[in-house]
């Protein structure tokens, strides 16, 4: 279940990340193995960060078109 990050979405970054963090917590892969999915991890987990920050500038970009004011963090009590 290998895909290029850059032509994946996000859901199907999430998807393959996922995956990958099952496989390594069962604990079953030789090293070699378990360094490859944690590299292949680690591309994923960036390219999913970009996706989010790209779709936050997208957001933000909307709100400035229509006077909005710019996006606001959630309270903590709020934040997963």
């Known amino acids: 279940m290998t895909k290029k990050t850059d032509t994946a979405t996000f859901e199907e970054t999430l998807a393959e990340l996922e ?5 390594m917590e069962n604990g079953d892969l030789p090293l070699n193995k378990a360094l490859e999915k944690f590299e292949r991890g680690i591309a994923l987990s ?3 960060q970009k996706s989010l920050e790209t779709a936050e500038q997208k957001v933000q970009i909307l709100l400035n078109e229509q006077g909005e004011e710019t996006l606001q963090s959630l309270p903590e009590s709020e934040q997963p």
């Open 46 to 48: 960036r390219q999913g």
């Open 19 to 23: 995956s990958i963090v099952d496989e």
